[in-house]
């Protein structure tokens, strides 16, 4: 009974060192975008979207920034990140990640891809196409799915189209960005990079 004790108390002071390592990522970025620093955009922090809430909300612009820590890196963590982002694209927001350690060991880059989100705003990218679970009726629902899609695409302009395709793309390359970084830490960030395109490029 003891031992458990002891490892119930080991995992709680655990939890509470990655919360406030997260914070301290969180403050640290709050201090580069706080006051319409960056290109004038008025952002709020710990923003509730219910059921969620984001780290930072530009609700102008429509922009969400997420801080993820190392939890969001697990299975658990990317699938929750998927429902979530998922929900907030139907919103109409767009969504930057950054992982946490970035933000002290990529200073430099981290800052820019921010600019660079914040100054690229524009029509926000459509929410992913639903997940089909596996099983009887998978060949069913797919095709509900592509009679849904062709009957939007029929209304939309050919940029539009583009869009669409553009913004489900990077949903998914971010989706593996986050799997290949968690998988894969002990490559370079080069190393990660090409097996994001590669698996990108070939499914695998």
């Not at 990529?106 to 100054?119: L, N, Q, Y």
């Not at 050919?158 to 986050?178: N, Q, V």
């Amino acid at each position: 009974m003891k031992r458990s004790r002891a490892r119930s108390e080991e995992s709680i002071e655990f939890a509470r060192n990655q919360r406030r390592t997260a914070n301290e990522f969180a403050s640290t970025v709050w201090q580069w975008i706080r006051n319409r620093q960056i290109h004038g955009a008025k952002f709020r922090r710990e923003y509730p979207m219910p059921p969620y809430t984001a780290d930072f909300c530009c609700v102008e612009l429509k922009l969400i920034i997420e801080i993820d820590g190392e939890g969001h890196f697990t299975e658990q963590g990317v699938a929750r990140d998927l429902k979530r982002d998922q929900f907030l694209l139907s919103q109409g927001y767009k969504i930057l990640r950054i992982p946490g350690y970035s933000v002290i060991q990529e200073e430099g880059d981290v800052m820019s891809k921010i600019r660079e989100f914040v100054k690229n705003a524009g029509p926000s990218p459509p929410a992913p196409l639903p997940f089909v679970p596996q099983g009887r009726g998978e060949k069913e629902k797919h095709d509900r799915i592509d009679e849904e899609m062709v009957a939007v695409l029929a209304n939309k302009t050919e940029a539009e189209r583009l869009r669409m395709a553009w913004g489900m793309w990077r949903s998914a390359r971010k989706m593996i960005e986050r799997i290949v970084v968690s998988e894969y830490r002990d490559l370079s960030a080069d190393e990660q990079n090409r097996m994001v395109s590669r698996r990108m490029s070939h499914g695998t």
